[in-house]
Structures are given as structure tokens and as C-alpha cells.
């Protein structure tokens, strides 16, 4: 009997400044294969797309999907909602693999709905230097401040610049904190299936990824044919013994 092979979710896992994000936005932008998109309820960042980097939505909007039972996943993050749809997570899977980007704490919480429609999980976590990773935090904060100060060159955008920039900063001191605490856990946080490292080429990240999905696909067929074959041995003994006990009456 033959055995398809069912969808696989890949779950990817960094801390700030590993490169988790250029890896997905490979995979996504030129790869250009299935990325799980989930709802927020904070406001766009620059650069970012609705229905491409998040759906953009109200908290009440969100509040409604999770009274109504549609949210695959939801988990809250300084205050700000995120959550995955079931009809998300069931459009992307149906394509035979997705990708997610997520915390170590949210892994768990995409494994059941994962189980749900038959899928298997693949997670792998992408490792860079710490040193490496707050040169490059710190580099992002200095290209956010600088941008924030732009705004001080006009007399009426003065005010409002500045309460950006102390609203950045407290954001960066209260992700650096993160950084140098819990995230230094998160490489033993869980049985990774690959660790990656984000100073490789995407390419080879996701070549690496692919041939492990591959690997893992047929890893669970050749289970499911091995269990089905036990099956058919038990039924042959059974049926052989009543057999037997059928020609001695």
C-alpha cells in the first residue's frame, strides 16, 4: 500500500541580530515558497507589508477571532498580539511545507494545530556569534536613532521626535537586557533538528533545510510502511491460526 508523504512545518528559531529574518525573507522573497503570515496588532514598521510581513490588525479584531475559535495560535509579546489563523496555517500547509519564524516559548504552541492536519515538524535554530550579534544590534539601533533625529530638523517635528527616540532607546536597552539573558539559553532550549548558522549564504541554509525535510519525509514513510507491514503480519498469523482450528473441526 502506498504511503504519501504529509506536509511538514518548519519552524525557524534565532535570537535578535542572527540573521533569522534574512534567511526568511529568502525563503519567501526568492525561494518564493509557502511562509505561515501571522496577525499583529501593532502598527507597520517601515518597510513592512500587509499580508506579506503580518496581517495588520485591530485588537478587538483580534480579541473576535479568539472568541471565535479561529486563531490557530495566539501569544502576546510587551503587550502586542500575535496570532496565526487556522485558515492560514491550513492554505500554507496544503501546499505540502511551510515556514514559520518563532521564540523557543511559541514552539509548542504551533506543534498541536501542526498534528491537527497531519503534518510532521521540522525546527531548526540559526546560531551566530553573540559578539557578532550585538555588533550588528548595535548597528541597527544607531541606523533606528538616526533616522529618529531626521525628524528634529523641523521646528514642529522636535517634540514628537523625541519621544521617538526615547521610545527606541527604552526598546533597545529592554532587548538588549534579552539578549544577554534568556536568549543565551535558547540554543539548549530545545532537541533542534538542525542548528544553522546565520553568517551562511541563505541558499545554503535553505538547501540544508530542504534536504532534511526530505530526509525526515522519508524517515515517516518508511515507518508507516514498516508499521503496515507488522499490520498485515499479525492479521496473516490470526487468520492462519483460525484457519488452522477451522481444518482440526
Known amino acids: 500500500m502506498e504511503t504519501n508523504a504529509p506536509p511538514v512545518l518548519v519552524t525557524l528559531t534565532a535570537p535578535t541580530a542572527a540573521g533569522k529574518s534574512y534567511l526568511f525573507n529568502y525563503i519567501r522573497d526568492v525561494a518564493k515558497l509557502p511562509c505561515l503570515i501571522s496577525t499583529t496588532t501593532r502598527s507597520p514598521r517601515a518597510g513592512e507589508v500587509e499580508g506579506v510581513d503580518y496581517y495588520f490588525i485591530s485588537e478587538e479584531e483580534s480579541k473576535r477571532l479568539e472568541a471565535e475559535d479561529q486563531l490557530a495560535e495566539l501569544a502576546t509579546y510587551n503587550g502586542v498580539r500575535y496570532g496565526v489563523t487556522k485558515k492560514e496555517f491550513h492554505s500554507k500547509l496544503s501546499q505540502g511545507l511551510a515556514f ?54 523641523t521646528p514642529t517635528g522636535a517634540v514628537a521626535a523625541e519621544g521617538l527616540v526615547i521610545k527606541q532607546l527604552n526598546t533597545a536597552l529592554s532587548r538588549m537586557k534579552t539578549m544577554l539573558t534568556e536568549e543565551m539559553q535558547w540554543g539548549t532550549m530545545h532537541d533542534w533538528d538542525r542548528t544553522l548558522f546565520g553568517t551562511e549564504n541563505p541558499k545554503a541554509n535553505l538547501d540544508i533545510i530542504l534536504k532534511d525535510v526530505e530526509n525526515l519525509k522519508k524517515r515517516h514513510i518508511e515507518t508507516e510502511t514498516d508499521k503496515e507491514r507488522l499490520r498485515n ?17
Open 233 to 249: 503480519q499479525a492479521f496473516k498469523a490470526q487468520w492462519d491460526k483460525y484457519s488452522a482450528s477451522r481444518s482440526t473441526n
Open 100 to 153: 514559520l519564524i518563532v521564540e523557543p516559548s511559541g514552539i509548542d504552541h504551533y506543534v498541536k494545530p501542526a498534528k491537527d492536519v497531519g503534518a510532521l515538524h521540522y525546527k531548526a535554530y540559526v546560531h551566530v556569534d553573540p559578539e557578532l550579534r550585538l555588533r550588528r544590534f548595535q548597528e541597527r539601533c544607531v541606523a533606528d536613532m538616526r533616522k529618529a533625529m531626521l525628524a528634529f530638523a
